[in-house]
């Protein structure tokens, strides 16, 4: 990793400089959201745009990518934490779906033990990484923890993924009104997941944007709604993306909508 030395520590909270523009971070308010489920399916789907893509998993504590995709890394995130090796030396190629991941290990410690100084240089370097590729999607931990603030403040978008439940909503309003104060220039936008219908997703939506509207004076953009499917479990207990397995369900068919408008946008 770079020399600590020569690197200035950002604080949290305090907007960093450096911003990735292939960078999109993806967080929830809570868990239970299909946080990562998403993540992993919109990698797999920008790839079948013909996109080069990274998907670093930032809630590597969890090390929910590897448990999902039946994943076996030599090497992985907390070897980097730990100085063994460098960022780049992590990444491996998951050629069922075309991308390359920078996966988490069970039972690590992940990155809510690590100092904001060395998540600044983490980010720098991950940055420097993402240069190599069209798409570098961030699944990162529930909340806001300090690793975060961070990297998700290093990001040129965010993805917040929310769904119909108050609770839910409500946590995504909050996250959304620390962004609009902390780091005004990362476009934020939704994402609804796990709804019965696109009617209520775009319900969900409407009243997450009146409320960001009245009060913070913005209008986060909605991204796309995801259909309830039965087929997500079941292509995950199987280690396998839904476009692979499921290719025509409704959640897939929902994803790729997803990636196609991401990148007309």
Request: aromatic content about 6%; proline content about 3%.
């Amino acid at each position: 990793m770079t020399d600590i030395a020569n690197k200035k520590n950002v604080f949290a909270g305090e907007v960093p400089s450096l911003k990735g523009k292939n960078m999109i971070a993806v967080i929830s308010g809570r868990r239970g959201t299909g946080k990562t489920w998403f993540a992993v399916s919109l990698a797999h789907a920008l790839s079948l745009f013909k996109q080069k893509v990274l998907l670093f998993d930032g809630d590597c504590g969890l090390n929910n990518i590897k448990i999902q995709l039946g994943l076996n890394a030599v090497y992985d995130l907390n070897a980097v934490i730990s100085g063994r090796c460098s960022l780049n030396q992590v990444v491996f190629n998951y050629d069922k779906g075309r991308f390359d991941i920078a996966a988490g290990n069970p039972g690590g410690a992940g990155l809510s033990t690590v100092s904001v100084g060395r998540l600044q240089i983490l980010g720098d370097d991950l940055n420097i990484l993402a240069q190599n590729y069209d798409k570098t999607i961030l699944d990162m931990g529930a909340g806001m923890s300090n690793a975060s603030k961070v990297l998700t403040g290093m990001s040129a978008s965010a993805i917040m993924l929310c769904t119909d439940e108050p609770r839910s909503v409500t946590d995504i309003y909050s996250l959304i009104k620390l962004f609009v104060g902390r780091y005004p220039n990362t476009a934020l936008k939704i994402v609804i997941n796990q709804v019965n219908n696109i009617n209520d997703g775009l319900r969900t939506y409407a009243m997450l944007e009146k409320a960001c509207r009245e009060f913070l004076k913005i209008s986060p953009p909605l991204l796309g709604v995801i259909r309830q499917d039965t087929r997500v479990r079941e292509s995950i207990r199987n280690r396998s993306t839904i476009i692979s397995r499921y290719p025509q369900s409704e959640a897939a068919l929902d994803i790729m909508a997803i990636a196609k408008r991401i990148l007309e946008t």
